[in-house]
């Protein structure tokens, strides 16, 4: 099959539609598809497959990310561009613009008709009534483009019951696939890193905006107890504009000798980074459909991963009390890494559970999911 994986945003960003769209595209060239990807303005020569950048893009704020929302593309071009590609199956992410893959939903219904398979996956949960509110609105203003669509999915159970709620679709569940394999190989160096030490090693990696709780996380690990605090290692990874803030934090926490911070780590860095580290700590307090760092680090060699009590990541932890943490909670917070830190024991079964999880979302069983998505009638 020939198949367009299109979205609004730039393939350039490393936020987790854009790791949704490039795994999905591995698998399919994998599997012998010819796999194409529409996106708005994009720079990168590394991809397999081939990427069509169709539209100038603009930098926006919403629902606590930054994300890049295309300029309005020509209908004129879109259905030149059509006419030219003859897709068999065209996959957007959801919500989308009106402006971008709107338009190009609507050009390839009245080009090719039934001929073209047109499908969905929804991404987000709001964080915040503005959000969900400004969503809903989208929702609104998009409901006559998506009857043209076929199916859709949505990445977690969270985030199909909001696009029923908001959108009135009903899609299918089909979690973001990852190779695990590869990355537990790829995280290997961050293994050997850690063997011999006497540290348990923590690690935070994402955007230092407010939504992810990398300053809570801070707070949690200066209210541990001292005994606890001296037997830790601390990395922050990421940027983002409360950097100074968390610096600031450290700094009243008295936690300068026992966390450090690198700023950006690469993407081909980020398996060694997370298997690094005994426990991976990602405690976002909200906007999560589905939680692919959560995932990543589990598969890359993470001994235990904790995460933020929220929709999107309770959906990949399950509800295990050890593994979920109420941020803002600062006493439970810390009280959950003093279990953790002290009890090996705990973090080996921990682990173990985890490691039979992640498969789960492995490319292998996720990726035929995807295919049947397009095939069904």
């Known amino acids: 099959m020939k198949i367009a994986l299109v979205l609004d945003d730039s393939l350039d960003r490393p936020d987790g539609v854009q790791q949704y769209v490039l795994s999905v595209g591995r698998y399919l060239i994998a599997a012998g598809h010819d796999v194409h990807y529409v996106c708005s303005e994009a720079t990168r020569d590394d991809l397999e497959g081939t990427l069509h950048s169709l539209a100038r893009n603009v930098h926006v704020t919403f629902n606590g990310n930054g994300l890049k929302i295309p300029l309005p593309v020509s209908r004129r071009a879109l259905r030149a561009f059509l006419e030219r ?34 499908v969905g996956t929804f991404h ?38 909001f696009a029923r709620r908001a959108f009135r679709i009903d899609p299918i569940v089909i979690g973001i696939p990852i190779d695990v394999d590869a990355l537990a190989a790829e ?8 063997e011999g030490s006497d540290e348990v090693r ?25 005994s606890t605090r001296e037997r830790i290692h601390v990395t922050i990874g990421g940027r983002g504009p409360l950097a100074a ?10 936690l300068g ?36 760092v ?13 995460g933020g009590d929220n929709p999107g990541y309770r959906s990949v932890l399950g509800e295990g009390a050890d593994t979920l943490v109420r941020p803002r909670d600062r006493a439970g917070f810390a009280a959950a890494l003093a279990r953790l830190i002290d009890d090996a024991g705990l973090r080996a079964t921990i682990r173990a559970e985890q490691a039979r999880r992640v498969r789960d979302f492995d490319v292998s069983t996720v990726g035929p999911r995807i295919e049947r998505l397009y095939a069904s009638e």
């Not at 995280?187 to 850690?194: H, L």
């Not at 860095?269 to 939680?291: L, W």
């Open 124 to 161: 987000i949960l709001p964080n915040g009534r503005l959000a969900a509110l400004a969503t809903r609105a989208l929702g609104v203003l998009l409901r006559r483009n998506l009857r043209l669509f076929d199916r859709f999915c949505a990445v977690s159970a969270p985030a199909a019951e």
């Open 202 to 226: 923590l690690a935070f990696l994402g955007r230092l905006v407010a939504r992810k709780g990398a300053i809570e996380f801070v707070e949690a690990l200066g209210a541990l107890p001292a």
């Open 85 to 118: 590609e003859r897709f068999d199956v065209i996959h957007v992410q959801t919500p989308h613009s009106p402006l971008f893959s709107g338009r190009l939903v609507a050009a390839a219904r009245r080009l090719q008709g039934a001929a073209v398979t047109i």
């Open 245 to 254: 803030d968390v610096e600031k934090a450290i700094e009243e926490a008295r």
């Open 294 to 306: 959560l995932i990543e680090a589990m598969a890359s060699g993470s001994d235990v991963v904790v």
């Open 257 to 292: 000798a026992v966390v450090e911070m690198p700023g950006f780590v690469a993407e081909e860095e980020k398996a060694a980074f997370y298997a690094a580290a005994d426990i991976a700590v990602f405690p976002a307090m909200g906007g999560e459909s589905f939680g692919i």
């Open 187 to 194: 995280g290997a160096r961050g293994r050997t890193a850690r």
